[in-house]
């Protein structure tokens, strides 16, 4: 079987694997969903709480204005947002003991950005979700922390804020789990290039060959480290194209090398074929790596930071504000003395969060040819 046909069958391409287009409409269409949520959140809050615009005198043509005007945040800002937590998932992994291997952390952050796709920061905000993203991922990927020297490193953080998220981060997931990585794939790749030099098959890399070859291959997993964790390239591009598009960004002669070599390994009419289909994503895939700036370097993007944080403060869902809460709501009800009167409290509420959030295991499954 070929390589690109076993990643075919992986969840990761066949669930969480868009075009530019199509994952721009799903953005929209979970900002636009989300928004409308808050507002009708922040309109039933203030009933209860029996604010109608600081006076029981508006009138209600006032109070409904009031609550449309809610300034939600646009597509571009939880994407930053998101972002932002990703960010915080790679330094609490980092100030972990021992910290958490990279590959871990760049699940969890995928993990994050999944779950976005889904829900938006208005829902559920990063902070909410992040902790339990990463210590999700330990479990996934089999790295073993106890929970409580996991939450010992995080100031302010109980066993609950870690755990009460984690079935909606699932749902969110789509119960998928898996997440292919290229750091693999870079490994592998500068193998086969020290041994190329070896055997004298790769050469006009200069004096000192190899060294080069370290360096880009240092550089790479630099940009693996980075702006791949911050961009959609895990939802646009395969593995492979990602950790070729890495390799390009840092020793781009090198990287055209090593493909020309790979090409004159096949057929003239294939091997145009697929230089004229590759070359282009990588191409597209080194672009969009190139175009990530860091939150912590750029002061204007620190300050808009700020702004956004201050706009999502206005605009969470109030319903959703203590997710710990309502975990330990969920579990007084399922614990009801009257089991009949319980079942059916509890399946109003499935019925309510099903019209609410849509379908939380996504559409009809594909079939798949054997």
Known sequence: MHEDDIYRTSTQYRVWSYTPSGLESLRSTTNAHAAEKVRAAIKRTRISQGIQNGGENNSATDRKTDDDNVKCLTVEEELKIVRWGCGKIMEIG??????????????????????????????????????????????????????????????????????????????????TLDVRHPFKGLEGGVMEMLALVQEGMLKNLGAE????IGKAADKAFSTLKGPVQMTDSYFLYTPGQIWLAAL???????????????????????????????????TSCSTLLL?????????????????????????????????????????????????????????KMEGKNLKNDGDVFGGALKDVER
Do not use: W
């Open 291 to 347: 175009s990530y700036k860091s939150q912590d370097d750029d002061p204007t993007e620190r300050k808009e930071m700020k702004r956004i944080g201050r706009k999502l403060h206005l605009c969470q869902n109030p319903e959703r504000l203590n997710i710990v809460e309502m975990n330990r709501s969920q579990k007084r009800d399922s614990d009801d003395p009257d089991p009949e009167k319980a079942e059916k409290k509890r399946r």
């Open 94 to 175: 980092e100030i972990m003991e021992p910290p958490i291997p990279i590959e871990i952390r760049a699940t969890a952050t995928q993990y994050l950005q999944r779950f976005y796709l889904t829900y938006s920061p208005m829902d559920y905000h990063p902070r909410q979700i992040m902790t339990s993203a990463l210590f999700l991922a330990t479990k996934s990927d089999h790295f073993y922390i106890p929970l409580s020297h996991f939450i010992s490193k995080l100031p302010n953080t109980g066993e609950d804020d870690v755990k009460a998220p984690e079935f909606t981060l699932m749902q969110g997931l789509r119960f």
């Open 248 to 282: 390009m960004i840092a020793d781009k002669e090198l990287a055209t090398t090593y493909l020309d070599l790979k090409f004159r390994a096949l057929d003239s009419s294939e091997a145009d074929t697929l230089r004229k289909k590759l070359l282009p994503i990588l």
């Open 209 to 212: 060959p190899k060294r080069r």
